[in-house]
């Protein structure tokens, strides 16, 4: 994760999502790269729940950030033109992750954007989940 994130974000998200000028040969290239690295997770993940085995672990904390948001649509508008669909294993990882309750929590904190029940802009103390959200801040 740590050596290939760099192709994902730096690579193929700068050039696809925000150069300035839309360049086929960078874009081709990192979505080439962005894509092996997408069939080599869902290879592993075909015999795996996760990706040090059955059980959810500090590599899926560390990995689905990026690879997760791409496959949800979630980074880069990207999905259709990556076709992230046909990685069946990569999906269904990423949306058994997705759905974990301190996930949903975790993804809500310093969220500036979307449903304001779904924001969290600070977060001092477990009660904040409940008492602190935007639209709690907002009535």
Do not use: C
């Not at 760099?6 to 999502?17: I, R, T």
């Not at 993940?45 to 904390?61: K, P, Q, R, V, W």
């Not at 409940?130 to 907002?138: C, F, P, V, W, Y």
């Amino acid at each position: 994760q740590m050596g290939s994130a760099p192709y994902l974000g730096g690579g193929f998200g700068h050039f696809y999502a925000y150069a300035p000028a839309k360049m086929e040969y960078p874009i081709n290239r990192f979505a080439m790269e962005t894509k092996r690295q997408l069939d080599v997770l869902d290879r592993h993940l075909a015999n795996h729940a996760f990706m040090a085995g059955d059980e959810y672990s500090i590599a899926d904390m560390a990995i689905w950030p990026w690879y997760g948001a791409l496959v949800k649509g979630l980074l880069y508008g990207a999905g259709e033109f990556l076709d992230v669909t046909s990685y069946a294993h990569v999906v269904r990882w990423t949306d058994a992750i997705a759905a974990r309750p301190a996930v949903k929590r975790g993804r809500m904190v310093n969220r500036i954007s979307g449903d304001p029940a779904s924001q969290l802009h600070e977060r001092h103390d477990a009660s904040d989940f409940d008492t602190r959200t935007q639209d709690k801040l907002q009535a």
